[in-house]
């Protein structure tokens, strides 16, 4: 097990979600790159005490840091209305999920930054263990829907780090290991970074055509489209700004490349500024968005 959760004042990049109409689709396609995915589980919100349907179900793939999330929808609620929403636009990264070792002191400093902040949500999904089954429990600050143009981001905190973080599913056979950045798509760059600057309250800085948000771990890089499309191979599917590519450390480059090709995703050799050699692949259309895998 490895440390996952935030020291007190710390902020995470936790994970990020591609949003799917397709669930089984979805999991095929990260699984023939490589993957390892936790069983599909639907989440449910505790209110006044009884377990409420979110309306949303996933499955994952579970890094030694971070993890990444496939969402779609399960019942009639508001959530899942606006998950489906995103899904008509466009099938791929449509959220950002940061964590704190307190939501509800992110919670007060979202409203004092500016957002509208909806009540805090005490979501849980169930998880199988020797024992019968247990609940994940998350503590969730959100922003009102549409403040983020990119879609859904969010600040949560996790109290079942050992439900979550499960031996068994942290091994990954194209060898990934951590999520260390998220990518944006946006004509003026300077706009998200100072949403997302006063979002998680670190602050940004310009290297070259790329503006970056660092966080305590992981981070937020955002570029124009050319940039994007000539550095990376990566094409916007969505209105500007948007998300447009997870970065994932990897164990090595050469058995990553191996799955993708197998898997026939188009990819390119690439150059991260931080990183240096990554590999740059366009994700299946059931996923959507694409990967920069460097190592680690």
Known sequence: MTTQLPGPGAVFLDHVAHF???????????ESCGFRLTPFTAQTNRVDGRAV???????????????????????????????????????????????????????????TSGFTTLPLVDMRRPVATENGSEDARFTIARIANGSMPEGRVQMLTHHTERLVWRDGFLDHPNGAQALTGLWIAANDPMEPADRFTRFSGRPMRKLGEVTTVALDRGALHIARPDYLRDAFGVTPAGALPCFVATQIAVASLAAIEAHVGRAGLPSRGVRLQSEGNAIAATLPEAVGGAMLFHET
């Open 53 to 111: 349907p979110a309306g949303t179900g996933n499955r994952c793939a579970m890094l030694r840091q971070g993890y990444v999330e496939l969402l779609t929808h399960t019942a009639e609620t508001e959530l899942a209305r606006q998950l489906r929403e995103r899904i008509a636009h466009h099938v791929g990264l449509h959220l950002a999920a940061f964590s704190s070792a307190d939501a509800a002191t992110e919670h007060r400093h979202l409203a």
């Open 20 to 30: 799917v109409p397709e669930m089984d689709a979805a999991a095929a396609a990260l």
